[in-house]
């Protein structure tokens, strides 16, 4: 970012003041760029949450880089909890736990980008959430009555797992995941020729039953996969693509002027896997998507690196974003199956392709027509109407220029990235809240070093304006995020597990011995544990099974071995476990980390290690 003095979007704006935006030619209507114009005030949204208040949407954030998600009630922009996914968290002891270590087999680290519910009819159901992990090519399950990961896949002959989706309607059957970063297949010493030639690394476009959590079959293109998207129908699923070029130096991803949203026709997928055309490569059955292959896939050509991808809530259109142009691409859904059977050309799908900015990336709705789209170079959100958009493409590029499908522009602070509005991936998007994830926010907070957080910028969406209400700084980097109506998700939810759901859950108390093997089985009622003293043998291999038997809501125990460097929560009526070597002799004092009780210091025992 610049100095305050000058920066782009600035100057875009002074430059706009003579009613053009310099180096496009494009004539924007009067005052448009002005970020400083307030509603009346009436009829606006109220974000303040007194105490004892609750929050109408659930968010859920990607956490980016911290391999969580995490749980704002929306307005109050209050975090609520966070979710471990693909990283250790010493608050709960997941990657601890032996429950925990089964899921993430020995990957701790993750890169959590976008988050999205499971879906029945076109609106959230409230059972699942899932998440991908561009790191380490992996999606998780969260169930939202625990708001727990239940479910980790690992996904072969990809890299940069990016864009994920659910199925729509009528249910969520399969997730489609894209990878963004084109590789050999297999990527392996048995295929070397392809190690040095781009022109033999590939896309893949990964369906996934949803509720087996196994892979179906895998998509290959040329072109990478980076943003995906789901119709209303249960007919498509689709990717963006900015590297047509198999290029891998950013010169050579931008060679082209055009890129392409491709999309995948769910209907002729599945006949070609009945009729058995695929390979299998680990494991995984893969059908040729490529061009001139395949009758699968169609490539809608679009300007240019394009990035999101999304559908506007009646189900009629799809909106990419040109990162490298300055215009959104509308696609006409309801053509894709002429242009499938061959009778209109790919392009003509295409029924508007408006101007909104310089660097648009993702685009949300508001149910009533207008779409918003964040614009990272400007470091603005855009609000424009569908329907002039397509009304103006009609009438030609004199009808353009005057841009009539702009309604406002707002100011953010600073590079926005994703952006969402309160349900708008349904199709009973509300048109209250949207949140622009900020990737800067240089001068917004006080100064906490180099490493400065995040903004996220709550927006009041119910006017004609856009109103910004409230800043919230976030630590790296949340990615992107859905906001749920309350009564989806609150009803669903538990104050406690199902105890007998684990398999070990503990009644009685015991120590067994088999060998070097000690199985210790322990419950917690807030203030004792179970047992009082344990005694083993140095270098015995030792699992501790603890049962929370406490009944009240939200009292919880953690067990903490001093010097083991174990340490994990366990919530009413849940039971976790952990294996260690008892490799040092002593006695060790086993104890409470959460406060439980009047009596939570005594909450103790002792762990005897013999020699």
Known sequence: MSDKKFNRRNFLKIAGASGVVAGTGVILPKGVLSAKTEP??????????????????????????????????????REIKRIPVFNMDVASGWGVTNESKKLLKGKYFGDTHHVHGSYKDGVY?????????????RVARIRTDYMEVDAILEIP?????????????????????????????????????????????????????????????????????????????????MCTSYNIEKGVTISEMLASDYDYLIVFNWKRLKKAL?????KIVNGVKIVDGRKGHSDIT?????????????????????????????????????????????????????????????????????????AITSVFIDSTNVKWNIAKAIEAEKQGEQAKKSNPHIIDILDVHYQVGHIMATMAE?????????????????????????????????????????????????????????????????????DRYDMFEHPLAVTKNSVERKGKNVTIRMTANAPVFGLQEVRVKKDDKVTLIVTNHDEISDLTNGIAISNYDINFVTAPFQTKSVTFTADKPGVFWVYCTNFCHALHLEMRMRFIVEV
């Open 125 to 137: 159901d409230g059972k699942h959430l899932f998440v991908n992990d561009k790191l380490n090519n």
């Open 274 to 278: 009945k009729a058995g055309k695929y």
């Open 298 to 370: 169609l490539r809608i050509p679009v300007p240019k690196n394009p990035h999101g991808v999304n559908i506007s809530p009646d189900g009629k259109y799809a909106v990419c974003c040109g990162k490298v142009s300055p215009t959104t691409t509308v696609v006409e859904l309801d053509k894709l199956d002429l242009a499938f059977e061959g009778k209109i050309k790919p392009e003509e799908c295409i029924v508007a392709q408006p101007y909104i900015g310089l660097g648009p990336l993702h685009t949300t709705f508001d149910g009533r027509g207008n």
């Open 40 to 77: 009346s005030g009436k009829g606006r949204a109220k974000n303040e949450v007194k105490p004892g208040e609750l929050d109408d949407y659930y968010g859920f954030w990607s956490g980016g880089h911290s391999g969580e998600i995490r749980i704002v009630g929306v307005p109050s922009m």
């Open 426 to 494: 349904t199709k009973e998007a509300d048109g209250k809240w949207l949140i622009s994830l900020n990737k800067v926010s240089k001068d917004r907070f006080i100064n906490a070093g180099p490493l400065k957080c995040e903004n996220d910028q709550l927006i009041d969406i119910t006017g004609e304006k856009l109103k910004l209400v409230h800043d919230s700084p976030t630590y790296l980097e949340p990615h992107d995020c859905i906001m749920v109506r309350r009564e989806i998700i609150e009803p669903l939810v538990k």
């Open 157 to 237: 002959n990809i890299q940069g797992a990016h864009g994920l989706f659910p199925q729509r309607y009528p249910k969520t059957e399969w997730l489609v995941l894209n990878s963004e970063f084109q590789t050999p297949v297999p990527n392996d010493t048995s295929n070397k020729k392809a190690f040095l030639n781009p022109k033999e690394y590939y896309g893949m476009h990964t369906i996934i039953d949803a509720e087996r959590m196994s892979i179906v079959c895998q998509v290959m293109v040329d072109e990478n996969c980076d943003l995906a998207a789901t119709d209303y129908k249960g007919k498509y699923s």
